[in-house]
Structure formats: structure tokens, C-alpha cells
């Protein structure tokens, strides 16, 4: 199994700015992804976070708005830019081995827009 | 694109009660896994079940690949087991992205 840790847990912003999460997760994984669970909704995956390159967004989802990075098989950021209420949400990052192997979740992060 | 359906989707027991959520789906899997989620948000896997049954104390879980569907018993439920339930799909023509049901929330009652 995998251990995932974010930072931060949680927190309020003011419109208009931007906040960075950081995803650190205790063993190597082929898979990193990162999910938003809107309130009193389910997760919906914002992307895929590709070591080295990229990631691959989901409909919906653009890189302007959300940029990822993954330097190395352990750690990933996702920035939450120009940041409206309407972002008000848990962001949640995971990990894993790949198709059809368990995913791992870490704990998420609480944000807030005023 | 792929149907994930879970039922009920609300649920409130009384202590020591037993309960059974469902998960339909419409499409080959290559995964599938319960979660609950806590109140503080924090999802628990609880199975990686594409298919067989499992158990782990006082839950398990059957998933029947060829009918498409799982589901999740809890026995003897306890205050905290009150959350949301999640079941997610990872497509076989997917790699690692999980499809999540809308949840059954759960409330045990003391």
C-alpha cells in the first residue's frame, strides 16, 4: 500500500489568487492523479499528472486553469489559479501502480474562496 | 460513457443493524474499489474487489463482473460507520483513472 500526504489540509482564499497543493506520497508509483469532490458532491478527475512531461487534462479541465507538475515518481503539485468561489472544493490527490491496481487516496485539501 | 449508479442514496440504520449498498454499472471493469468516506473527508479503501467476494471483519463485498454490479454489506453497524460510501470504476480501456458513483450516505444512529 501507499501513504499520501497533502499540504495544506486546508484553507481560505480571496478571489482572484492562487494556491499550490503539494502531494507527497511515501513509495514510488506509476500513477498520480489528481480529483476535486465539490460540496456534498462525488470526485471528478481534474487530470492526470505525468512524471516529467505534461499532464493530461479531463474534459473540462485546462491547463491554465489547473497546472500540475511531477518532478520525480513521489511528489506532485496542483495550482488552483485565478481562483473563484466557485473552486470551493476538496481537492484530493492519488496514487498507484497502473491499470486495474488499487489506488490510493491522501487525505485532501479543504479549500475555500471568499 | 460509463454508468455508475449506487443505491440507496441515503441510508440511516440503528446500532447493530445490517445493510446492503449497491453499485451498478454499465461497462467491463478492470477495477473497482469501495471507499467510505469519514466526515473529515478522508477516503478509506475498504476493497479492491473486480470481482470474487471479500471480507474484512464486519464488512464485505461481492462483485459480480459478468452482471455488473458489487455490493457492500455491512453487519452489526456502528456510529462509525456513518459517511459516505463510494464505489469507483477503473475502465479496461482506461489506466489507473477511477469513475466514481455518487455515493450512499450513511447514519447510524446510537
Known amino acids: 500500500s501507499a501513504v499520501i500526504s497533502q499540504k495544506p489540509s486546508r484553507d481560505i482564499c480571496q478571489r482572484g489568487t492562487s494556491l499550490t497543493i503539494q502531494c507527497q506520497v511515501d513509495s514510488q508509483v506509476t500513477m498520480m492523479f489528481w480529483y476535486r469532490q465539490q460540496p456534498g458532491q462525488s470526485l471528478t478527475l481534474i487530470a492526470t499528472?505525468?512524471?516529467?512531461?505534461?499532464?493530461?487534462?479531463e474534459s473540462g479541465f485546462v491547463i491554465d486553469k489547473f497546472p500540475i507538475s511531477r518532478p520525480n515518481l513521489t511528489f506532485s503539485t496542483l495550482t488552483v489559479s485565478n481562483m473563484s468561489p466557485e473552486d470551493s472544493s476538496i481537492y484530493l490527490c492519488?496514487?498507484?501502480?497502473?491499470?486495474?491496481?488499487?489506488?490510493?487516496f491522501g487525505p485532501g485539501t479543504r479549500l475555500t474562496v471568499l | 460513457g460509463i454508468q455508475v449508479e449506487q443505491s440507496p442514496p441515503d441510508l440511516i440504520l440503528q446500532e447493530g443493524a445490517n445493510s446492503t449498498l449497491r453499485c451498478n454499472f454499465s461497462d467491463s471493469v478492470n477495477n473497482l474499489q469501495w471507499f467510505h468516506q469519514n466526515p473529515w473527508g478522508q477516503l478509506i479503501n475498504l476493497f479492491y474487489?473486480?470481482?470474487g467476494t471479500k471480507q474484512n471483519g464486519r464488512l464485505s463485498a461481492t462483485t459480480v463482473a459478468t452482471e455488473r454490479y458489487s455490493l457492500l454489506y455491512i453487519s452489526s453497524s456502528q456510529t462509525t460507520d456513518s459517511g459516505v460510501y463510494f464505489c469507483?470504476?477503473?475502465?479496461?480501456?482506461?489506466?489507473?483513472?477511477?469513475?466514481f458513483g455518487q455515493g450512499t450516505t450513511l447514519q447510524v444512529k446510537p
Open positions: 474487489i473486480p470481482s
Open positions: 499528472a505525468n512524471q516529467g512531461s505534461e499532464a493530461t487534462y
Open positions: 469507483a470504476l477503473d475502465l479496461r480501456s482506461n489506466t489507473g483513472k477511477l469513475i
Open positions: 492519488s496514487g498507484g501502480g497502473g491499470r486495474g491496481d488499487t489506488q490510493y
